[in-house]
């Protein structure tokens, strides 16, 4: 049973564009809401986080947006440059037990 | 800090044999990981640790054993090789502390092929 569900599996974009990627949660339990990217070769490393109680968290280009009552996040990339190309999982937790549940990947291409 | 350190790097096991994947941290986190990545998945939670000599089933343990003798290290064996283990292994930890991103710092991960 996949708890995270992310979409789309993969994107292209051309350089200066939005990159948005999709997450659907079922979990309620849920409470915390980080953005990973993984560089290929590399281990992911964390870009963003959120919790339930904002709609919004922006981090420079990085932006995640949630929405509670449809169980809902995305994470929007501004101005996507071609360096921002990586493999972006989203996942969640339940504050206490730090396990991460993990979706199942973007492959983000932007293309100069 | 050298992070999260993870060996091999690479590794080719014949069905039925066994190993240990190795980890460490220097960063002083109570809480370790084991991930497994297959093709195209995300991550799944094997296995995990919130300190030295406790350790707790994830999603899919079947197959591993873990031990937790020292904060530092958190080795991940593998019983019995079978090529559904075919995967690549990260390992992870993150801090007890009450920092609100409680990020988890990720190994350069070992990719296993069993034959």
């Known amino acids: 049973q996949q708890q995270v569900k992310q979409s789309p599996q993969s994107l292209i974009v051309q350089k200066g564009g939005i990159s948005i990627i999709n997450c659907a949660y079922e979990?309620?339990?849920?409470?915390?809401f980080p953005w990973y990217q993984q560089f290929p070769g590399k281990g992911p490393a964390l870009l963003i986080a959120i919790r339930p109680d904002v709609s919004e968290k922006k981090e420079g280009r990085f932006t995640i947006s949630f929405n509670k009552s449809a169980k809902q996040f995305s994470l929007h990339i501004m101005d996507s440059q071609p360096g921002d190309s990586a493999t972006y999982f989203c996942?969640?937790?339940?504050?206490?037990?730090?396990?991460?549940?993990f979706g199942s990947g973007t492959r983000l291409q932007v293309q100069p | 800090n050298a992070g999260v350190t993870q060996t091999p790097k690479f590794r080719i096991l014949k069905i039925g044999q066994s190993m240990t994947l190795q980890c460490a941290q220097d960063?002083?986190?109570?809480?370790m990981y084991w991930y497994r990545q297959d093709p195209g998945m995300g991550l799944k939670l094997i296995y995990y640790s919130v300190g030295a000599g406790i350790t707790d089933k994830g999603e899919v343990p079947n197959g591993y054993n873990v031990s937790r003798s020292t904060t530092e290290d958190f080795p991940l064996r593998l019983e019995l090789a079978a090529p559904s283990q075919t995967s690549v292994y990260f390992c992870a930890s993150s801090s007890q502390g009450a920092t609100p991103r409680y990020e988890q710092y990720f190994g350069p991960g070992t990719r296993l092929t069993v034959t």
């Open positions: 996942a969640a937790s339940i504050t206490g037990r730090r396990a991460l549940t």
């Open positions: 979990n309620t339990a849920f409470d915390y």
């Open positions: 960063m002083n986190h109570n809480y």
